[in-house]
């Protein structure tokens, strides 16, 4: 059984979904995109995940600001504001009648190709969107039991040539790191940068915890990741020493406590890396305190925007 931060229940309501396709819904059998799609083709796409929680998208602003800056920077005009877009969702998520425990993805291509090509100059059609609403709700006892991860080969690249913050299409050096992993019998693959530090993992941030302080990566070599920055406001809110700095597997293999982030999972634990058991619990004190300051500010955010 597969086993990671995505493991959400069951829940039979998402064979029924509908799926938007450039203003359109469809069944999920029948949602489908041409193959002369630039995302298809050369993965050139970017996409965004929320979470609806008591009827508010948690976190709006910060996940389309996110959207924004990666078509920016990868040249893709949208032919849609931020409202536009919010209308859209608002839209697929009243069609499936959908109030709590939602995950929504958002994936937009460059659009259509002429022909197979990488050259943007090629493209025919708009921008391509996708919405892909699911009743998601994370699985209680893959928390409560952690996960484990192995040190992947794959280094996570320089901002020169990929940068590691843009949420795009192009997974592939991911889903490497996350194949060794696996064949290594771990759940989820921990990557670090090119210059050997710990950097993230290779679908969620990652966190370790020493001598009552948070450590987590510079950041410029990771994802950037809307709950691990929400993880360090709550600890500068609550006086909590949250440190962004350079740190190695010697540091990891001696921390107290280790987690990852990520919107769909929120707060994972870390019980072992590289086959070394790290603290003493599968899921620590520390980590387990910090996961109720990240849910009293996703609380928080519920009652503002109502």
């Given at each position: 059984m597969v086993h990671g931060t995505h493991n959400a229940l069951e829940d039979s309501r998402n064979k029924d979904i509908k799926i938007y396709i450039n203003g359109d819904f469809f069944s999920r059998e029948d949602a489908k995109i041409s193959v002369f799609d630039s995302g298809y083709l050369v993965g050139d796409g970017i996409w965004e995940a929320l979470r609806l929680h008591n009827g508010v998208l948690v976190f709006l602003e910060d996940h389309f600001e996110r959207l924004w800056q990666a078509a920016a920077t990868v040249g893709m005009q949208f032919p849609f504001t931020q409202k536009e877009l919010e209308a859209e969702v608002w839209k697929v998520l009243k069609i499936n009648n959908m109030y709590d425990d939602v995950h929504v993805r958002i994936m937009i291509t460059r659009g259509i190709k002429k022909t197979p090509s990488q050259d943007p100059r090629l493209t025919i059609s708009g921008p391509n969107v996708v919405i892909v609403p699911e009743f998601k709700q994370a699985s209680i006892?893959?928390?409560?039991?952690?996960?484990?991860?192995?040190?992947?080969?794959?280094?996570?690249?320089?901002?020169?040539?990929?940068?590691?913050?843009?949420?795009?299409?192009?997974?592939?050096?991911?889903v490497q790191a996350l194949v060794q992993a696996i064949e290594a019998g771990a759940d989820e693959a921990l990557m670090l940068d090119i210059n050997g530090f710990v950097s993230t993992c290779n679908a969620t941030n990652f966190f370790i915890i020493k001598n009552n302080e948070v450590w987590t990566s510079t950041g410029e070599y990771c994802m950037n990741g809307i709950t691990r920055a929400k993880v360090i406001e709550a600890c500068e809110k609550n006086n909590i020493i949250c440190k962004q700095k350079n740190f190695s597997l010697f540091d990891v293999y001696g921390a107290d406590e280790a987690f990852v982030t990520g919107t769909f999972g929120g707060l994972t634990p870390v019980t072992k890396i590289d086959g070394r058991p790290i603290g003493n619990k599968n899921y620590g004190d520390f980590t387990r305190k910090l996961s109720d300051l990240y849910n009293e500010l996703i609380k928080l955010y519920i009652i503002n925007s109502k």
């Amino acid at each position: 059984m597969v086993h990671g931060t995505h493991n959400a229940l069951e829940d039979s309501r998402n064979k029924d979904i509908k799926i938007y396709i450039n203003g359109d819904f469809f069944s999920r059998e029948d949602a489908k995109i041409s193959v002369f799609d630039s995302g298809y083709l050369v993965g050139d796409g970017i996409w965004e995940a929320l979470r609806l929680h008591n009827g508010v998208l948690v976190f709006l602003e910060d996940h389309f600001e996110r959207l924004w800056q990666a078509a920016a920077t990868v040249g893709m005009q949208f032919p849609f504001t931020q409202k536009e877009l919010e209308a859209e969702v608002w839209k697929v998520l009243k069609i499936n009648n959908m109030y709590d425990d939602v995950h929504v993805r958002i994936m937009i291509t460059r659009g259509i190709k002429k022909t197979p090509s990488q050259d943007p100059r090629l493209t025919i059609s708009g921008p391509n969107v996708v919405i892909v609403p699911e009743f998601k709700q994370a699985s209680i006892e893959s928390k409560e039991k952690g996960i484990t991860l192995f040190t992947s080969t794959i280094r996570r690249g320089s901002p020169d040539y990929l940068d590691p913050r843009l949420n795009c299409h192009s997974k592939l050096h991911e889903v490497q790191a996350l194949v060794q992993a696996i064949e290594a019998g771990a759940d989820e693959a921990l990557m670090l940068d090119i210059n050997g530090f710990v950097s993230t993992c290779n679908a969620t941030n990652f966190f370790i915890i020493k001598n009552n302080e948070v450590w987590t990566s510079t950041g410029e070599y990771c994802m950037n990741g809307i709950t691990r920055a929400k993880v360090i406001e709550a600890c500068e809110k609550n006086n909590i020493i949250c440190k962004q700095k350079n740190f190695s597997l010697f540091d990891v293999y001696g921390a107290d406590e280790a987690f990852v982030t990520g919107t769909f999972g929120g707060l994972t634990p870390v019980t072992k890396i590289d086959g070394r058991p790290i603290g003493n619990k599968n899921y620590g004190d520390f980590t387990r305190k910090l996961s109720d300051l990240y849910n009293e500010l996703i609380k928080l955010y519920i009652i503002n925007s109502k």
